[in-house]
């Protein structure tokens, strides 16, 4: 079990019950395991392999374990009675009535959320990622969509709960009343669409690139002599670089070449003239040319191989731990929550199923610690992170969602963006001269230009961190350092501050200093492997690496804070995308064989993806004259095919294109996409934050405005305050 001292966890006094049977709970429930929480695994009387129990090692790792008989079970109400926290799935799991408290935060994790056509279904992940469009996004475009090969979505869902299980705690400690929790996979899944929705939500139209980016070129999985490379570029700057170490310099200014937008015109000449050049060469040796010029790159890791990986074991993610009812010790993931002071703690024991029965029958028969004598429940209107200051000096995807659900949740959020704006901005497609997907990534931010080379805007950045409670980044590691401001600068400017950093392969690495971009983690942390389009490693279309380590950077952000309410001091973060990825992937480390499975059948109007037990799917498929491994093609439409698989035992969803999703009836229902009015009147589409709190439900309000908007008010006050300290030096 996790060994945990009140001055190192960031949870303490918190019982967690787990009762919902996704991976999205035992997820949440290790998270807060590892953060400190006594979590307690309701588990059913018999073993199964469905949802979370595929893989039992991994989601009972750190918990204790009761056995209940089919959830009726008087030791396990009496622990829902005294919870302070409840995990469930209602969709897939019944939970007995229990007397719930007004102190209670009760979380329900499902695949649709507690409203809409589609509550209640109980669709697999897999399903999920096809009706939600994460599915079209990702595979070979000459190809039919392929689904991500691990339960992304679950994972997603399952960080977002323990961050919204945070807040709620947050919350409870001002007011003294919980709330419920609802967290749904199709919300998380339509979050991560910020890269594709820009071209629906601008009339175009948007599928599938393969290894590909939709927005940047080049970018792709290039062969080599002996296997595949990585090669990932997002600006002219780099192209210029590699045509030099590929020796093709003569493109850096040639006309379809020059600029981003006309190489992802021609991206197929692009990857073309690039490939040339890999393929005469190792992996190893394109690796170590590419690796001089800072060009994001990486090779395609095997689950098998991350176990050996030099990064992974420097940074403690591979750990051995005893399983109690097989009497083994297993490889699991390690925490990927690193921080300074309250880093999450990775489990030492599996427990055997109902080993816990007898200590906790005695735990519940003694007085409940905590506050309970703390104020009902009542109305609260501020969001959980109100009177909060962020500071983000973020790119792209990972930083930029960190402080957009801080915003939701009601931080006041500066970006700080250098002269000519953050690299994204300007990305394609646009509304006037600012990008869509600049705008999804950035609601409810102010932009602030500093130009943190210069000594006059480092003493207003400086003066601007003593305001702020946070501070997220995803430069290239050791970049901030290297301006002036390391983590340990940072503290003594301002000893409260939270310092989160977020980077491929994280700051304290055995690759100081290498750059990544999402694809090249993916490759590294075993998501291609798992995700295979006729055989060919293939990477997930959202940018899966990215939106994980920034999920798992505001769950860390979110700890942090919950320690400093309680002890006064901020401390370092130090997120891994790399990290995060692997994971994400442990529940195919020791897993067993999935009773379950999923195809997706092309049909005459589209495709279908089609769910259930795999002898059933198979012998479905076979009288249609299918086979599950050759993409199956049918003259039937994809209305009159589901009812047949319905008659089955299977389920069937159609597998939806982004466009498709962006006006369905649950993304409606659920206004998973809301416009706002920037302050020169241009109406955005924003997405919504997928955190349902029912007493301070995250607002999205706005898009953020022209660069630099917020310039004359915040740096006339910066400038105030450093005036008024030279001043007193003076004095």
């Given at each position: 079990?996790n060994?945990l001292?009140?001055t190192?966890?960031?949870?303490?006094d918190?019982?967690?019950?787990?009762?919902?049977?996704?991976?999205?709970?035992?997820?949440?429930?290790?998270?807060?395991?590892?953060l400190g929480?006594e979590?307690?695994?309701?588990e059913?009387a018999?073993?199964g392999?469905?949802?979370?129990w595929?893989?039992?090692?991994a989601?009972?790792?750190?918990?204790?374990s009761?056995r209940?008989a089919d959830?009726d079970?008087?030791?396990?109400r009496?622990?829902?009675?005294r919870a302070?926290?409840?995990?469930?799935?209602?969709?897939?799991t019944?939970?007995?009535?229990w007397q719930?408290?007004e102190?209670?935060?009760v979380?329900?994790?499902?695949?649709?959320?507690?409203?809409?056509?589609?509550?209640?279904?109980p669709?697999?992940?897999?399903?999920v990622?096809a009706?939600?469009g994460?599915?079209?996004?990702t595979g070979d475009?000459?190809?039919?969509?392929?689904l991500?090969?691990l339960?992304?979505?679950e994972?997603?869902a399952?960080i977002?709960a323990?961050?919204?299980?945070?807040?709620?705690?947050r919350?409870?400690?001002?007011?003294g009343g919980?709330q419920?929790?609802?967290?749904?996979?199709?919300d998380?899944?339509?979050s991560t669409?910020a890269t594709?929705?820009p071209f629906?939500a601008?009339g175009?139209?948007?599928?599938?690139?393969g290894?590909?980016?939709s927005?940047a070129s080049p970018?792709?999985?290039?062969r080599?002599a002996?296997?595949?490379?990585?090669?990932?570029t997002?600006?002219?700057?780099?192209?210029?670089?590699?045509?030099?170490t590929?020796?093709r310099?003569?493109?850096?200014?040639?006309d379809?070449?020059?600029?981003n937008?006309?190489r992802?015109?021609?991206?197929?000449?692009?990857d073309?003239?690039?490939?040339?050049w890999t393929?005469?060469?190792?992996?190893?040796?394109?690796?170590?040319?590419?690796?001089?010029?800072?060009?994001?790159?990486?090779p395609i890791?095997?689950?098998?191989?991350l176990h050996?990986?030099?990064?992974?074991?420097?940074r403690?993610m591979i750990?051995?731990?005893?399983?109690?009812?097989?009497?083994v010790?297993?490889?699991?993931?390690?925490s990927?929550?690193?921080?300074?002071?309250?880093?999450g703690?990775?489990a030492?024991?599996?427990?055997?199923?109902?080993?816990d029965?007898?200590a906790?029958?005695?735990?519940?028969?003694?007085?409940?610690?905590?506050n309970?004598?703390?104020q009902?429940a009542?109305?609260?209107?501020?969001?959980a992170?109100?009177?909060l200051?962020?500071?983000?000096i973020?790119q792209?995807?990972?930083a930029?969602?960190?402080?957009?659900q801080?915003?939701?949740?009601?931080?006041?959020?500066?970006?700080?963006e250098?002269?000519?704006?953050?690299g994204?901005?300007?990305w394609?497609?646009?509304?006037?001269d600012?990008?869509?997907?600049f705008?999804?990534?950035n609601s409810?931010?102010?932009?602030?230009?500093l130009?943190?080379?210069?000594d006059e805007?480092?003493?207003r950045?400086r003066a601007l961190?003593?305001t702020a409670d946070?501070l997220?980044?995803n430069?290239?590691?050791?970049a901030?350092a290297?301006?002036?401001?390391?983590?340990a600068?940072l503290?003594?400017?301002n000893?409260r501050?939270?310092y989160?950093?977020?980077?491929?392969?994280?700051?304290d690495?055995?690759?100081?200093?290498?750059?990544?971009?999402?694809?090249v983690v993916q490759a590294m942390c075993g998501?291609?492997?798992?995700?295979r389009?006729?055989g060919t490693?293939m990477?997930?279309?959202?940018?899966?690496?990215?939106i994980?380590?920034?999920?798992l950077?505001?769950?860390?952000?979110?700890?942090?804070?919950?320690?400093?309410d309680?002890c006064?001091?901020?401390?370092?973060?130090d997120?891994s995308m790399q990290?995060?990825?692997?994971?994400?992937?442990?529940?195919?480390?020791?897993?067993?064989t999935?009773?379950?499975r999923?195809?997706i059948?092309e049909?005459?109007?589209?495709y279908?993806?089609?769910?259930?037990?795999?002898?059933t799917l198979?012998?479905?498929?076979?009288?249609?004259?299918l086979?599950?491994?050759?993409?199956?093609?049918?003259a039937l439409?994809?209305?009159?095919?589901?009812?047949?698989?319905?008659?089955?035992?299977?389920?069937?969803?159609?597998v939806?294109?982004v466009?498709e999703?962006?006006?369905?009836?649950?993304?409606?229902?659920?206004?998973l996409v809301?416009?706002g009015?920037?302050?020169?009147?241009?109406?955005?589409?924003?997405?919504n934050?997928?955190?349902?709190?029912?007493r301070?439900?995250?607002v999205?309000?706005?898009?953020?405005?022209?660069?630099g908007e917020?310039?004359?008010e915040?740096l006339?006050s910066?400038d105030?305050?450093i005036?008024?300290?030279e001043?007193r030096?003076?004095?």
């Amino acid at each position: 079990m996790n060994v945990l001292t009140e001055t190192t966890a960031a949870l303490t006094d918190v019982l967690v019950v787990e009762i919902g049977e996704r991976v999205a709970a035992g997820a949440c429930g290790s998270l807060l395991a590892q953060l400190g929480a006594e979590v307690v695994l309701a588990e059913p009387a018999q073993a199964g392999s469905q949802w979370k129990w595929r893989n039992r090692a991994a989601m009972a790792a750190g918990k204790r374990s009761v056995r209940t008989a089919d959830g009726d079970d008087e030791l396990l109400r009496t622990l829902l009675d005294r919870a302070d926290i409840v995990l469930m799935s209602s969709d897939v799991t019944r939970v007995p009535a229990w007397q719930r408290s007004e102190r209670q935060i009760v979380c329900d994790l499902t695949a649709f959320g507690n409203s809409g056509p589609l509550r209640g279904l109980p669709y697999t992940d897999a399903l999920v990622q096809a009706i939600s469009g994460v599915a079209d996004t990702t595979g070979d475009p000459a190809g039919p969509p392929t689904l991500v090969g691990l339960p992304v979505l679950e994972f997603s869902a399952g960080i977002y709960a323990a961050s919204a299980v945070i807040a709620a705690l947050r919350v409870r400690a001002r007011s003294g009343g919980g709330q419920d929790i609802d967290v749904a996979l199709f919300d998380c899944a339509v979050s991560t669409l910020a890269t594709f929705l820009p071209f629906p939500a601008s009339g175009k139209s948007v599928t599938r690139a393969g290894n590909k980016h939709s927005l940047a070129s080049p970018w792709n999985a290039y062969r080599a002599a002996d296997g595949w490379i990585l090669i990932c570029t997002a600006t002219d700057d780099q192209w210029a670089r590699l045509c030099k170490t590929i020796g093709r310099p003569e493109l850096v200014g040639e006309d379809g070449y020059a600029t981003n937008p006309q190489r992802v015109a021609n991206a197929s000449k692009v990857d073309a003239a690039v490939e040339q050049w890999t393929r005469e060469r190792s992996v190893d040796k394109c690796l170590r040319n590419l690796g001089e010029t800072g060009i994001a790159c990486g090779p395609i890791l095997m689950v098998s191989q991350l176990h050996t990986h030099e990064n992974l074991l420097h940074r403690g993610m591979i750990v051995r731990v005893r399983d109690a009812a097989r009497g083994v010790e297993v490889a699991l993931p390690g925490s990927p929550l690193k921080a300074a002071i309250t880093p999450g703690r990775p489990a030492t024991l599996i427990p055997a199923p109902d080993s816990d029965r007898a200590a906790l029958v005695g735990t519940v028969s003694s007085p409940r610690g905590g506050n309970d004598s703390a104020q009902t429940a009542g109305e609260v209107h501020a969001g959980a992170y109100s009177g909060l200051r962020v500071i983000e000096i973020g790119q792209y995807t990972t930083a930029p969602l960190v402080a957009r659900q801080l915003a939701a949740l009601g931080a006041e959020v500066i970006k700080v963006e250098p002269p000519g704006g953050e690299g994204s901005r300007n990305w394609p497609p646009h509304q006037g001269d600012q990008g869509y997907f600049f705008t999804f990534s950035n609601s409810d931010k102010r932009s602030v230009v500093l130009d943190l080379r210069t000594d006059e805007d480092k003493l207003r950045f400086r003066a601007l961190l003593q305001t702020a409670d946070v501070l997220v980044e995803n430069l290239k590691p050791g970049a901030l350092a290297r301006l002036g401001f390391d983590a340990a600068e940072l503290q003594r400017i301002n000893r409260r501050l939270v310092y989160c950093a977020i980077s491929g392969f994280g700051l304290d690495s055995t690759y100081p200093g290498r750059p990544a971009f999402d694809t090249v983690v993916q490759a590294m942390c075993g998501f291609m492997d798992l995700t295979r389009a006729n055989g060919t490693p293939m990477k997930s279309g959202i940018s899966a690496a990215d939106i994980m380590g920034g999920e798992l950077a505001l769950l860390t952000i979110a700890a942090a804070l919950a320690y400093r309410d309680r002890c006064g001091v901020g401390q370092n973060i130090d997120i891994s995308m790399q990290d995060a990825g692997v994971w994400a992937t442990q529940m195919e480390w020791q897993s067993s064989t999935s009773a379950t499975r999923t195809a997706i059948v092309e049909c005459t109007d589209g495709y279908l993806a089609v769910d259930g037990a795999a002898e059933t799917l198979g012998q479905w498929l076979a009288g249609y004259g299918l086979n599950a491994e050759r993409a199956p093609r049918t003259a039937l439409a994809r209305e009159d095919l589901s009812p047949s698989a319905a008659r089955a035992g299977l389920t069937a969803a159609p597998v939806n294109s982004v466009s498709e999703v962006l006006n369905h009836p649950q993304v409606t229902a659920r206004q998973l996409v809301l416009y706002g009015q920037s302050e020169d009147g241009v109406r955005w589409p924003l997405l919504n934050s997928p955190l349902r709190l029912t007493r301070t439900p995250p607002v999205v309000r706005r898009p953020i405005g022209r660069l630099g908007e917020a310039n004359k008010e915040i740096l006339a006050s910066l400038d105030a305050t450093i005036g008024q300290e030279e001043e007193r030096t003076i004095r």
